[in-house]
């Protein structure tokens, strides 16, 4: 069965750091690119960052640029998003996907 | 960027009818687009990928079709668990771009 597991949000004040983890199981990781994806309370769905299976390339949304990162580690079945400089309009469920699948998500709150 | 108009914003229909979501990019993608369903609480599911292949396990009512740069998802007898939320994206380039969304309910 595929998996997908996001962590690592939480409450945090504008200008703060925070990192997502997703841990991938059930298919073979190394092999695919990876999506981080956003959702604002009540709102659609943002991509915000692509990386390739073997990190070769990344992008990302214009929205994100300069500020968010996104990595993995194939030998942990892992992807990561770095997010810097935070903002309020970054507050949003953020999901990882392959497209295909995708996880439960994890919600980031920015406010003071 | 390109652009992908997602119409209705939102559809209410009966039991068994034939509902039918569009929506129209705004460059030639070719077959790059999926439609997802989003319920309450729960992430996107995947239900049609390359515009017209239906996802693993997804029922046959539902099928994607294409007239150029047009999308269009159909369900065929509308059933009371395709309530929820649908998006179509466009894979063909980045940033990948999501329709705002069809809301659909029950009448």
């Known amino acids: 069965e595929v998996q997908l597991v996001e962590s690592g949000g939480g409450l945090v004040k504008p200008g703060s750091s925070l990192k997502l983890s997703c841990v991938a199981s059930g298919f073979t990781f190394s092999s695919y690119g990876m999506h981080w994806i956003r959702q604002a309370p009540k709102k659609g769905l943002e991509w915000i960052a692509l990386i390739y299976y073997d990190s070769s390339n990344k992008y990302y949304a214009d929205s994100v640029k300069g500020r968010f990162t996104i990595s993995r580690d194939n030998s942990k079945n892992t992807l990561y998003l770095e997010m810097n400089s935070l903002r309020s309009e970054d507050t949003a469920m953020y999901y990882c996907?392959?497209?295909?699948?995708w996880g439960q998500g994890v919600m980031v709150t920015v406010s003071s | 960027d390109i652009q992908m108009t997602q119409s209705p914003a939102s559809l209410s229909a009966s039991l068994e009818e034939i509902v039918t979501i569009t929506c129209q990019a705004s460059q030639d993608i070719g077959n790059w687009l999926a439609w997802y369903q989003q319920k309450p609480g729960k992430s996107p599911q995947l239900l049609i990928h390359?515009?017209?292949s239906l996802a693993d396990g997804i029922p046959s009512r539902f099928s994607g079709s294409r007239s150029g740069t047009q999308y269009s998802l159909k369900i065929s007898r509308l059933q009371v668990e395709d309530t929820g939320i649908y998006y179509c994206?466009?894979?063909?380039?980045?940033?990948?771009?999501f329709g705002a969304g069809t809301k659909l309910e029950l009448k």
């Open positions: 996907a392959n497209w295909e699948y």
């Open positions: 994206l466009q894979r063909y380039s980045n940033p990948y771009t």
């Open positions: 390359s515009a017209t």
